[in-house]
């Protein structure tokens, strides 16, 4: 069975970090292209961050770059959000999907959404004082 789950989120000030993990089972990450999103309560889930399965190529939200990194440990068929300089706009559920196609192995969809074929349930991520 496929299977995504996301771990590591919490209650964190601004300013502060988080490392938002995600595990597959059932299947290698490494054939897929990874995205994170994020929806906070009354609004769309958005495309943070996602990474390619071929060299790792990845994309980010504008309000996201420099503060957060993604990246992929394929032995652990695990990705990871770096998340540093917290903001309180950064709260939200962030998700993990993926996808496999040939047209993603060199990029990956950040705003296409609707194209990832397995998402995890989320993890709460609260950036408060």
């Known amino acids: 069975q496929f299977q995504l789950v996301e771990s590591g989120g919490g209650l964190v000030e601004p300013g502060g970090s988080l490392n938002v993990s995600c595990v597959a089972s059932?299947?290698?990450?490494?054939?897929?292209?990874i995205g994170w999103f994020r929806q906070a309560p009354g609004k769309e889930r958005e495309g943070v961050s996602c990474?390619?399965?071929?060299?790792?190529?990845?994309t980010y939200a504008v309000s996201v770059q420099g503060r957060f990194t993604i990246s992929r440990d394929n032995a652990k068929n695990t990705v990871y959000l770096q998340m540093n300089s917290l903001k309180p706009e950064d709260t939200a559920v962030y998700s993990c999907?993926?996808?496999?196609?040939?047209?993603?192995?060199?990029?990956?969809?950040?705003?296409?959404?609707?194209?990832?074929?397995?998402w995890g349930r989320g993890a709460q991520v609260t950036v408060s004082s």
């Open positions: 990474i390619s399965p071929k060299l790792d190529m990845t």
């Open positions: 059932g299947f290698s990450l490494d054939e897929y292209a």
């Open positions: 999907a993926a996808i496999r196609s040939r047209y993603y192995e060199y990029r990956c969809p950040l705003l296409n959404k609707d194209e990832y074929q397995y």
